[in-house]
């Protein structure tokens, strides 16, 4: 989709990646570094706490959806 990410979680823990993507149609990739990335947060705080929450989100579906598949399931309460 026009103007998706991915590796977000990388650049927000400062962690390796750990998934891959492969893209269904021709598209032009952008490589964004860690060091530009964080100058990026510095000069835009309200951008830099969306991120986190979205980081944090992720997350939190990517693990509900891991215990899914194993026949876990649980609510997260807010």
Known sequence: ???SFFGEIALVMEVRRTCSVQARTVCEVNI???NAFDA???D???FARRMNELVVARQL???MARS???G???KVSQ
């Open 61 to 63: 579906d990517s693990c």
């Open 72 to 74: 876990v399931d649980f």
């Open 68 to 70: 899914h598949q194993k």
């Open 40 to 42: 990026i947060l510095m």
């Open 1 to 3: 989709e026009n103007g």
């Open 44 to 46: 835009n705080p309200h």
């Open 32 to 34: 964004l570094q860690q």
